[in-house]
C-alpha cells in the first residue's frame, strides 16, 4: 500500500498532523499500539497555556513569547473556524485564574506577570472570585488569565472521529507486530504490520514519528537520530464528594507556579482535583505516598477553611518526552528535526501542537513532498485497514484510578 505519510503515535500530535495533513490532501494514516492520548495527552490538564506561568520573573522568556498566541488559534478551532474543528470539544473553563497567597514574593510575582502581558492578564474583584477563595481568611490577590482549559478525552475524540478509518491499532497482545525495513541507518523502505493471518506492507515519502516518550523505542535502530530527554512528574488526584471547581495556578516566590489546579467529572459523577505546579515537580523525587502526604499538607496551607476529610487521594508519575537539552533545561519550543526519510517531533507542550504541524507542513513543502491529491471526506475508507483493530481513547487518570 502506498501513502504519503506514516505517523506514529496517536497522541495529540499525531492526531492534529493526521487532521491537518489529510485535510491538505496527503494519504496519511496513524498507527498506534495502545490507545489514542495514551502517555502525555491524556494526562494533561488540558491547559492551552497562553504563556503568564513562564512570566512570573517579570519578563518574557522564551516559553512565554513561544506561546502567547497559542489561545487565539485554539479558540478559533473550538468555534469550529480554525485550522481544525474541534466544536465538539467540552471546555471545563473558559478561563484560569493566578491566586497569590498574600505573601510578597507572591504579590510582586503577581504585580510582574501582569506587567509583562497585562493584555491578558485582569485583576478579578473580590466579589467575583471563586466559591473556594470566598472565604475571610484569604488575603490574597486574584487575577483572571484568558486561557482556556480543555476535556482531555473529548479533544481526542473531535481530532479522531473524522479520520477514523485512516487509524491501525498494532495490539501486541492479540499477536499484532510491525516490522521496519531499512536499506541503511536513515531511510526506512518499508513498513510491514502482521499476525498469523493478515499482513499489510505500507511503502511512504515520509514516515514521522510523534509518540512521545515511544519515539526512542522505535528510532532506536537508525542513527544519527535526535536524542531524548524525560522530565518527570508526580500528579496528584483529590476525589471530592462536593462540587468545587477550580482552574487556577497558584503563585509564590518560585519561577513555577506554586500548585496549578484543574477540576474534572469522573464516570460517576464526582470532582477531582488534579494537581500540577511545582508541586508534581518535586514529586518526581518523592515515593507516592510521601507525595499524597505533601499535597495534604500543601492543600491545608492553601485552604484551612476546606474540608478535605472525606476525598480519596492517589498518584502517578508521568514523563515529558522532550529533545535533548544542556544540562536537561526545559525545551523554550517546539522541536522537528527530519533524519532521511524520517520526521521526528516533539511539541513539548500541549498548547504548541498547532506550531509543530505548521513547521512540519512547511518542512514538506521545503522537502518537495506535494499532497497527492488524496480525498479527505469522512466516507471514505481505507480498505486495506478494515481487517485491522481500530484504537480506542484512553482513558483518563481519574477514571482509571478511581474506579
Avoid at 497567597?101 to 485582569?122: D, H, M, P, W, Y
Avoid at 516490522?179 to 510491514?192: E, G, M, T, W
Amino acid at each position: 500500500m502506498n501513502v504519503d505519510i506514516v505517523i506514529f503515535g496517536g497522541g495529540i500530535a499525531g492526531l492534529w498532523a493526521l487532521n491537518r495533513l489529510r485535510a491538505l490532501g496527503y494519504h496519511a494514516i496513524l498507527l498506534e499500539t495502545t490507545a489514542l492520548g495514551a502517555g502525555q495527552t491524556i494526562k494533561s490538564q488540558g491547559i492551552i497555556h497562553g504563556g503568564i506561568k513562564y512570566a512570573l520573573t517579570g519578563f518574557l522568556s522564551g516559553s512565554a513569547n513561544a506561546i502567547e498566541q497559542m489561545p487565539h488559534r485554539w479558540k478559533a478551532a473550538l468555534l469550529g473556524t480554525g485550522e481544525i474543528d474541534l466544536h465538539t470539544t467540552q471546555i471545563l473553563s473558559h478561563h484560569q485564574l493566578l491566586w497569590s497567597t498574600g505573601s510578597i514574593g507572591s504579590e510582586i510575582a503577581g504585580f510582574f506577570a501582569s506587567k509583562a502581558l497585562n493584555s491578558r492578564v485582569q485583576k478579578v474583584e473580590r466579589s467575583h472570585y471563586p466559591t473556594v477563595l470566598h472565604n475571610a481568611a484569604f488575603k490574597g490577590h486574584v487575577y483572571r488569565l484568558e486561557e482556556v482549559v480543555l476535556d482531555t478525552p473529548s479533544l481526542i475524540r473531535a481530532l479522531a472521529t473524522p479520520h477514523s478509518s485512516a487509524m491501525v491499532k498494532i495490539n501486541s497482545k492479540q499477536g499484532y507486530q510491525f516490522q521496519v525495513q531499512a536499506d541503511n541507518p536513515h531511510n526506512i523502505l518499508s513498513l510491514k504490520i502482521f499476525s498469523q493471518d493478515k499482513t499489510l506492507e505500507l511503502h511512504a515519502k515520509r514516515y514521522l514519528f510523534t509518540a512521545g516518550e515511544g519515539n526512542q523505542s522505535l528510532l532506536s535502530t537508525f542513527a544519527d537520530v535526535p536524542r531524548m530527554q524525560v522530565r518527570p512528574l508526580q500528579m496528584v488526584m483529590v476525589k471530592i464528594d462536593q462540587s468545587l471547581p477550580f482552574f487556577a495556578h497558584c503563585i509564590d516566590q518560585g519561577i513555577n507556579p506554586r500548585i496549578t489546579i484543574t477540576t474534572h467529572l469522573t464516570q460517576d459523577g464526582k470532582s477531582v482535583w488534579y494537581l500540577g505546579g511545582q508541586l508534581a515537580e518535586d514529586g518526581a523525587k518523592r515515593t507516592p505516598a510521601e507525595q499524597i502526604a505533601a499535597a495534604k499538607k500543601e492543600l491545608a496551607a492553601l485552604f484551612p477553611w476546606l474540608d478535605f476529610s472525606g476525598a480519596q487521594w492517589a498518584s502517578f508519575f508521568v514523563n515529558r518526552a522532550e529533545p535533548e537539552q544542556p544540562g536537561g533545561k526545559r525545551p523554550d519550543n517546539v522541536f522537528l528535526e527530519t533524519v532521511g526519510n524520517k520526521m521526528i517531533a516533539w511539541p513539548t507542550k500541549l498548547a504548541l501542537t498547532p506550531v509543530l504541524i505548521d513547521q512540519l507542513i512547511i518542512q514538506l513543502q521545503k522537502q518537495s513532498i506535494h499532497s497527492s491529491g488524496f480525498s479527505s471526506s469522512l466516507n471514505h475508507l481505507e480498505p486495506e485497514f478494515s481487517q485491522f483493530e481500530k484504537p480506542n481513547v484512553a482513558l483518563p487518570p481519574w477514571d482509571e484510578m478511581f474506579e
